[in-house]
């Protein structure tokens, strides 16, 4: 089983903590002549195919690299206009790899703010007072689940639907909050973890919950 990734959102809804556990990598590499036969646009700073899918490479995919060599969002590691760049038939034949678009912090932080919005409005919906708003959503590819402390504090792991024992690691999480974070003088409240500590008991966890699919007695 799988865990992709770990969010923690303060009470404010704010993103204190993130870390990417697994990213899956479905990219495409390809080697292409002039003309390009993809139609692709930008999209939030990245360059993204807007039409044409062929040989796995997907409508949304976004440009990775080109020649063997990363781009830095909508623009190449020279800092030329990617589209531009397409457009010249010198720069041709020319390999060029696609893939799911990377989440950039910004991004990170708006989709915190997002969850921690849907998770209040989810509580206001409850036809019943104290309710604990929302602790699992689920996709055909992963599951997200939530769980809020008393003091609002948000931990949240997006895993693999069959991942088992995601309640158990969730807890475990805030143990490792409470241990490491909390009782860290240097640590101020509702602010990022920046702890060495809490990370590497944090990757330890998730080894844990992925071997075994759930925490045992003394885990």
Do not use: W
Request: proline content about 4%; hydrophobic content about 40%.
């Amino acid at each position: 089983m799988v865990i992709f990734s770990v969010y923690v959102v303060n009470k404010a809804g704010g993103l204190i903590y993130q870390y990417d556990n697994y990213v899956p990598r479905t990219e495409v590499e390809k080697t292409f002549s002039y003309p390009l036969d993809l139609v692709l646009k930008q999209h939030n700073e990245k360059v993204i195919v807007s039409f044409g899918q062929r040989d796995g490479i997907k409508v949304g995919h976004a440009v990775l690299s080109i020649n063997g060599v990363d781009v830095m969002g909508k623009n190449t590691a020279e800092g030329k206009d990617i589209l531009e760049y397409f457009n010249d038939p010198a720069n041709y034949p020319i390999s060029i790899r696609f893939g799911r678009a990377r989440l950039s912090s910004n991004e990170k932080l708006m989709l915190a703010s997002m969850f921690h919005s849907l998770f209040a409005i989810g509580s206001q919906l409850s036809p019943e007072v104290g309710s604990s708003g929302i602790e699992m959503l689920e996709t055909d590819v992963f599951k997200l689940h939530c769980f809020q402390t008393l003091t609002g504090i948000k931990f949240i792991v997006l895993a693999d639907p069959r991942q088992s024992g995601i309640d158990a690691l969730l807890k475990k999480i805030y143990e490792i909050y409470s241990d490491f974070a909390l009782k860290n003088p240097f640590y101020s409240l509702e602010m990022p973890i920046r702890c060495e500590l809490f990370d590497q008991n944090l990757k330890s966890a998730l080894e844990v919950a992925e071997k075994a699919g759930n925490f045992g007695a003394g885990s």
